[in-house]
């Protein structure tokens, strides 16, 4: 199984950016879906996640800037984040449980830069 992350990029404060990923292999089922990130020096930290059944769940500093979805059907996560701030950039990586044929376990993207300028 593989998540691949994409979307990130340079923009400016207040602007705003969409990230997917999406899970390949032998895949089952997944069950929840997740954005984190981590920032140069700072711990990777919690931004989002989403259940199967779309349950969803933000990190406090969200602020109700960023709105996590997904695509079942196609094993895809999405990430739109709005109104972004300097303080937003970091590498962002989407993270899966997954269950395939005899096994359910957690896999990470590589990660997608993203950088907001002031």
């Known amino acids: 199984v593989q998540l691949q992350a994409s979307g990130g990029g340079l923009v400016q404060a207040g602007g705003s950016l969409r990230l997917s990923c999406t899970a390949s292999?032998?895949?089952?089922?997944?069950?929840?879906m997740a954005w984190y990130r981590q920032a140069p020096g700072q711990q990777r930290e919690m931004v989002a996640d989403i259940t199967s059944g779309g349950e969803t769940n933000y990190a406090d500093f969200v602020e109700g800037r960023f709105t996590i979805s997904r695509d079942n059907a196609k094993n895809t996560a999405f990430l739109e984040m709005n109104s972004l701030k300097p303080e937003d950039t970091a590498v962002y990586y989407c993270?899966?449980?997954?269950?395939?044929?005899?096994?359910?376990?957690?896999?990470w993207g590589q990660g997608t830069l993203v950088t907001v300028s002031s």
């Open positions: 993270n899966a449980e997954v269950r395939s044929l005899m096994l359910t376990r957690t896999y």
């Open positions: 292999g032998r895949i089952a089922s997944i069950n929840t």
